[in-house]
């Protein structure tokens, strides 16, 4: 058992019986340990040294609620490291999410990957031919929002479906058309001569 092991335990042991002093020394203690888990995790994911300081004070947290569940008879630094890995992953995936949301353009900033206009006379039969082949609920969200300007949120309404789900479904949507209209484009007609 290495020091700090031994350390711990006892200051463990002691604040369980009472001594407030050794439950704060303990806790400044782990905090440091904490401190450079969780700055090391995170780092590898992008995140910086405000986003490790929350998942130590989760972490502290944590121990507090759970110290009851430490067992006296078993070492104390794997408890508390597996409960500092737990917090660190919860906190990751939080920050992960909470960075694509940021990250994500709304739909309004990509009217400019609808096509233009266009003088042809067959291009609206050509659209509608091409939004006949997308998936039913691509197409309701596409034609709600290009066709008949209606916002996210009456879109989501009209198809039942959730508004971060009607941004995804557009995006797929345009993407599927792009690629739907290459491949009725200029490289058909040239595989037909």
């Given at each position: 058992?290495?020091d700090r092991?031994?350390r711990?335990s ?8 009472g001594?407030?002093?050794a439950y704060e020394?303990?806790?400044a203690?782990?905090a440091g340990m904490?401190?450079?888990?969780a700055r090391a995790?995170?780092?590898r994911?992008?995140?910086?040294p405000e986003?490790a300081?929350?998942?130590v ?5 944590a121990l507090?609620?759970?110290r009851?569940?430490?067992d006296?008879?078993?070492?104390i630094?794997?408890w ?5 890995r737990?917090?660190?992953v919860?906190a990751?995936r939080?920050?992960g999410?909470?960075?694509?949301r940021?990250?994500a ?10 096509p233009?206009?266009?003088e042809r006379?067959?291009?609206r039969r050509?659209?509608h031919?091409l939004?006949?082949?997308?998936p ?8 709600a929002?290009a066709i008949?300007?209606?916002s996210?949120a009456?879109?989501?309404?009209r198809?039942?479906?959730s508004e971060?789900?009607?941004r995804?479904a ?6 599927r058309l792009r ?5 009725d484009?200029?490289g058909?007609?040239?595989a037909?001569?």
């Amino acid at each position: 058992m290495d020091d700090r092991e031994a350390r711990w335990s006892q200051a463990m042991q002691a604040a369980c019986a009472g001594d407030r002093a050794a439950y704060e020394a303990l806790l400044a203690d782990i905090a440091g340990m904490l401190r450079a888990h969780a700055r090391a995790r995170l780092a590898r994911s992008g995140f910086g040294p405000e986003e490790a300081e929350d998942v130590v004070q989760e972490t502290l947290i944590a121990l507090h609620a759970k110290r009851h569940t430490w067992d006296p008879e078993r070492p104390i630094l794997p408890w508390i490291q597996a409960i500092a890995r737990h917090k660190t992953v919860d906190a990751a995936r939080r920050l992960g999410r909470a960075r694509r949301r940021a990250d994500a353009r709304p739909v309004e900033d990509l009217a400019d990957l609808l096509p233009a206009r266009t003088e042809r006379p067959d291009a609206r039969r050509d659209a509608h031919a091409l939004l006949a082949r997308l998936p039913n609920r691509e197409r309701g969200v596409v034609e709600a929002l290009a066709i008949e300007g209606l916002s996210i949120a009456a879109t989501a309404s009209r198809v039942a479906i959730s508004e971060g789900a009607v941004r995804v479904a557009f995006h797929r949507g345009l993407a599927r058309l792009r690629r739907l209209a290459g491949e009725d484009g200029p490289g058909e007609r040239k595989a037909a001569r």
